[in-house]
């Protein structure tokens, strides 16, 4: 602490004071939402109170989570990445055809790559796919939106030529030819916690750390935060940006395995639409699509709130219509609420003008003399 | 100077009074029973600090908040305003600081936004831009009304605000920090314009951080601190020294060059440096400008909006691409390095925005400290919370930051102590050369002597400082060599002890050649 005039810092120092209910139920909202949709399907059926459901509810969950933490990536930069849902796709497509043996004419030969290589090429080819969303995006100067728009029919087509519209179906692999395990990820269980669960897990504590505690975490906020203030600081917002794609590409490529995994079958449409779920869970947690804001706790509950809610309305026999229209509806109350409270922080700065709304708002803005010239 | 101002009030040419004005916020006295009068077709200039409880002041009087107490008596009459729009409907209007224009729409579409004028088939733009055009010669500004506000440089977008302001008949003016982005010779139109709305019986209220210029303009001064006003007098009684003595409450001086060290080796050299002019080719706003700094020493730049001092600063930071030159520092070419590996190497620029350029506002004060510096405290791949956290604090109480703590989020400092944010993250670089571009930009007196004399501490340590600046007041602070920039090129060179004379000729800005110019055409034409 410094020599802090109390006339200074008198504003950040009330509104600590300040704290109320209200303010506690803004931050903390996706997770109250999530109690209260597992209390309100628990009350409603025998069945979803369970160790078992909670599992099963968390493996549908993991698909959507591991894809919003790479998402998250993307939006606290700024960006939006439209191409995760075909990028998933694409990889189980990619890890059929190599569980298939690939065939190389010249030699004569048909290779079976063990299911670490397939798994290790799939996440490389998820990569490319983010290299190219990075590098249209932070060289080429397309936007975001339309740049992984664009990926995303590229990338789903190639997954429709490659297999001909057609499903691989045998994932097993075959004891003799050294590949079998695939299905490890989509059925096996650790601790009797589903795999899928366990990478989302991991995936999440490394975003976490990535975050939180590494250079690269800080580049990202401040460069989604205020780009030119970042590059100024010698920040390498380019390459961070590059990456931020390239990771989101990454954890989609995983979904895509632990999804065809589970099904022990590889469909060039499968993850249709998916990207837009793990858009809504990373802003149903609340991070701000303008960037800088959000965190990888927030995203998960996003993505639990998504999941245990469609989850407890199948439970529950609510018609596949209703679902869709929950959904959307609780993604719209979430944009709703974080547009309230950033309004409060983001706004205060620059517009003290307004009309007198909460005594705290006015408060900051004349005690706090920076406010005083902004506002005029 | 006396405590209890002198309160003369004057009920004929007083168009508005606010009588016994209070405002609390909680429990804090924004506004401790103000008197204040606007005279009829008088500029009267409300002088204070940040902080001292003008914005709030005008707030009230322009119906943006209402007062906590107090009256406020239009014509006699006593009123309460509703809101921004109620009291504009009844003549007051006021122009904020803060720009409020849509850069994507053009220069008419700005002045007449809410409230286009209609004609038979929908909006009549030809009569739209019939007024611009004359608001435009008014202002003396070439601004076709069809340029986009985003191709305007800001002191024209400035301009743009204030034609907005003028294109609607009011019967007063509030005018906040009007000219902070104008050169003097905008501001000498300004202040016509001003002259001639007073002839007419506007009444005018002026706010602004350049003191001498307001003083130019001033009818009435009165000085505002801490929510109470402190004096109040005829501009004919006052001078600079009277304005900052009740501002601040002290003798107030921005400092003189630090002496008493040689100066080390060139630290920073530029050598024939041009930078294209981004909208056009064939320009460049920096024309093969050379320049050599020392360690230890402080460089002013002065010169008007458009002289190329930005772009100059940026180029040599690594924002901007020259076209031609070399920069070297310390002896070693540095121009094919990005913005990173100068800093790396001990070159930081600090911009002239600090909203847009020099902070993430979506961070907290300790995190905008560190952002450049992120390397010193990386041990192995993670960030080492509790080294950050010394680093933090120590460069808070090293450039004597007000705040919280490292944690309080950054919008709720001060505008000074945001800018003192920004050099101190530049500073926690330990650099060898330090740019800053209109480092007092926007920030009261009392900020300005605080980054002076820290700029000249560390001058005095074997930084090299060379910073930018349009108020001759600060060229003659610590700045051991003044630069005047012109037209991308360096037209005079100064040592501490010029006169402003010399520097406004130099800079192509002194008014007395203009007029000399004007009488040579005339005795041509003759």
Redesign the interface.
Known sequence: ?????P????????SADGFSLAKLLLEGRAFFALIAIIIVFSLLSPYYFSVGNFLTMASHVAIFGILAVGMLLVILNGGIDLSVGSTLGFSGVIAGFLMQGVQLTSFGVILYPPVWVVAVLVCVLGALVGLVNGVLIAWLKVPAFVATLGMLYVVRGAALLMTNGLTYNDLGGKPELGNTGFEWLGFNRLLDIPIGVLVMAVIAIIGS?ILN???FG??L??S???E?????????VKQVQVSVYMLSGICAAVAGLILSSELTSAGPTAGTSYELTAIAAVVIGGA?LT???GNIRGTLVGAFVIGFLSDGLVIIGVSAYWQTVFTGAVIVLAVLLNAIQYRR??K???T?????TS?QK???T??????????? | MNAAPEFEPAPGDTVLAARHIVKTYGGTHALKGVNFDIRRGKVTTLFGENGAGKSTLMKILSGVTTPTSGTIELDGQSVTFSSASDARDRGISIIHQELSLAPNLSVRDNIFMGREIRGATGVDFAEEARQTRRLMADLEEDIDPLTLVQDLRLGQQQIVEIARALSVDSRILIMDEPTSALSATEVEVLFRVIRDLTARGVSIVYISHHLEEALQITDHAVVLRDGAITATANARHINLEWIVRNMVGENFDLGSPPTGYAFGEVALSVEDVSVPDASSSERSVVDRLSLAVRSGEIVCIYGLMGAGRTELLECIAGRLQPSGGRILLGGNDISRFGIAERIARGLVLVPEDRQRDGLVQTMSVGANLSLASIGAFVRGMLLSRSQERTLVEASIRDVHVKTAGGSAPIGSLSGGNQQKVVIGKMLTTNPRVMLLDEPSRGIDIGAKAEVFRLLSERAARGLAVVFSTSEVAECLSIAHRIIVMHRGRISAEFGGDATKEEIMAASGEAVVSDHEEHRSHHRDRR
């Open positions: 602490m410094t020599d802090a005039s006339d200074r810092s008198r504003s950040p120092r009330v750390i505690r590494t250079a800080r580049w906020y401040a989604g935060g205020n030119r203030a970042a590059e100024l600081s010698g920040v390498p701000a960037g800088g804001r922080r983001v205060l700065p620059s003290a003008g307004g009309s007198p005594p006015d408060k900051a004349t005690a706090d003399p920076a406010l005083e010239k902004t506002a005029g």
